[in-house]
């Protein structure tokens, strides 16, 4: 398959990466054409261009401000292509595409939205698998030919993704409430530390660094995603305000403070776990690892040679010492064998 990836950043990398691993011929195209020349080199694919007519797929990986003008001159180009995008909003696109091309090219766009990425950018950080067993939503609309979804669906199956499908409005009401909502949050705690002093800082466990690592994210391409979603997230936002009130109405009475926590308790259990399973326990084993190179990947070798896997893990650095503190998930089962083997292997175990 003749494949053309526009915008070699992290993600179209990643992208082409993965395609060209599985065969295709990739094209790497960017408006900074060192990007495509290192995504190159990395065996992302070529800048030498396909003869139109024989082009599969076109993917779109540009910032959301751009997206409808290069998939509506993707698609005059590109004339028996499909072209899919990779941007998290997907009503407000096709909206502006009726406004860009006939109805016979719109046909050929599918929207999607693989639900994984970073705050690192850049070509030099994509990653071939960065897609395995993430979600990768497809967005048709009605008048889309079942050929073009299907080269879609492939590109994701490809990647190693777990494919969902919706329509284009239902798919900017969920990343409202599951991925723009979040990062605001995020936002707003990272705000708050302006005036925190820095010993206090020093204070700092795994669970700040949890709630704030997304707000690190690039502030030009989150206010391009905000003001597309607005109408979506405006209304996310309105109720997480009302739920800062009704927090704020609840120190004056135990019962109610109760109320509110329970129901966050409530509300994480709501989200699917591994391969979409129902909220399942794990045991927690946490383990002393020293800061020192190779020390990670040597545990995870036993670990992996025990025939253990591990669920989820996290790792939370000791401010005094040069160590952190390792907590390996994995199913109870598992717990015994997992301490028996760390501590034969004299890694220390904490609790």
Not at 2 to 11: A, D, K, P, Q, R
Request: some cysteine.
């Amino acid at each position: 398959m003749n494949l053309v990836v526009i915008g070699v950043g992290m993600v179209g990398t990643s992208i082409a990466l993965a395609a060209a691993r599985s065969g295709a011929a990739v094209e790497l195209r960017d408006r900074n054409t060192s990007h495509a020349l290192v995504a190159a080199g990395l065996g992302a694919g070529s800048v030498t261009p396909h003869v139109p007519e024989t082009v599969s797929l076109v993917v779109v990986a540009v910032p959301p401000d751009h997206c409808a003008a290069v998939i509506a001159e993707a698609l005059a180009t590109w004339p028996t292509a499909t072209v899919t995008d990779v941007a998290s909003i997907k009503g407000t696109l096709v909206s502006q595409l009726r406004d860009l091309v006939d109805a016979k090219m719109l046909r050929r766009y599918v929207g999607s939205h693989p639900m994984a990425g970073s705050h690192r950018s850049g070509p030099v950080n994509g990653d071939a698998d960065l897609f395995v067993d993430r979600t990768w939503v497809i967005t048709p609309h009605r008048v889309n030919a079942e050929a073009d979804v299907d080269r879609v669906r492939a590109l994701a199956t490809t990647a190693g993704a777990v494919l969902v499908e919706m329509s284009p409005d239902d798919h900017d009401r969920a990343v409202a409430a599951v991925s723009h909502l979040p990062h605001l949050a995020s936002v707003l705690v990272a705000e708050q530390l302006d005036d925190v002093p820095t010993d206090h800082l020093r204070l700092a466990g795994q669970g700040l660094r949890d709630v704030t690592r997304i707000a690190a994210s690039d502030p030009d391409l989150w206010v391009q995603i905000l003001t597309a979603n607005a109408q979506a997230v405006r209304a996310r936002l309105e109720r997480l305000r009302d739920g800062v009130d009704q927090l704020l109405a609840s120190f004056d009475e135990r019962g109610s403070l109760t109320a509110v926590l329970d129901a966050g308790v409530d509300g994480t259990k709501r989200i699917p776990r591994k391969h979409g399973q129902a909220d399942l326990v794990w045991a927690e084993v946490v383990v002393e690892i020293p800061d020192t190179p190779g020390a990670l990947a040597k545990l995870f070798a036993e670990v992996g040679e025990a025939g253990i896997n591990i669920e989820d893990m996290s790792i939370e650095h000791d401010q005094n010492r040069e160590v952190g503190h390792l907590a390996l998930l994995v199913t109870p089962a598992f717990e015994p064998q997992l301490r028996e083997l760390l501590g034969r292997n004299d890694w220390t175990v904490r609790g």
